[in-house]
């Protein structure tokens, strides 16, 4: 009978930690996941170098517009405004762009010079 008894906590335990396991684990997995997740980087850059590049380009010296998303010079803090100023950038330049890729452009900035973690 006491057999018995610690058969079942054994269980119970070993139930409790595969419990605890699987939300440690998605608790890791929610807090890796970054902004734009969903987005698709190597688009964002082929759009971005088609739409966007040229222009900031022209406005530095040494044609290097990437130079507008240093450190030390952008205006954009956050991932939100970030996204809102892909947004306006695409409007402003007569682009009908869907969210779908005004997330992509996004996701690829962020990866690439932003490096929000959400
Ligand atoms: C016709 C010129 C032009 C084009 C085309 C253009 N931009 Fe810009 N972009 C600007 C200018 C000018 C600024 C600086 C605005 C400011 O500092 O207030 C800017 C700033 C930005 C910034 C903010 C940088 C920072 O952190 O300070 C982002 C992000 C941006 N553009 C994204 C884009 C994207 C994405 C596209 C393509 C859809 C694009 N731009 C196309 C002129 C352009």
Redesign the pocket.
């Known amino acids: 009978m006491v057999v018995s008894i610690n058969r079942v906590l054994d269980r119970f335990y070993t139930g409790l930690y595969i419990l605890q396991a699987v939300l440690l684990l998605s608790i890791s997995s929610v807090s890796l996941a970054g902004p734009f997740d969903g987005g698709n980087k190597k688009n964002g850059n082929i ?2 170098g088609e ?6 380009d ?2 530095f010296p040494n044609g290097k ?1 990437d130079d ?2 240093d450190e030390d ?5 956050s991932s939100k ?2 996204y809102s ?6 409007t ?2 007569g ?1 009908a ?1 869907f969210e779908e890729e ?1 997330i992509d ?2 996701k690829y ?1 962020n990866q690439t ?2 490096k929000f973690e959400n």
């Open positions: 759009l971005h739409n966007c590049r040229s222009c900031h022209s406005m517009g507008i998303y010079l952008r205006k954009i803090k405004a970030l100023m892909v947004e306006f950038c695409a402003n330049n682009l762009w005004v452009v996004s900035l010079f932003y």
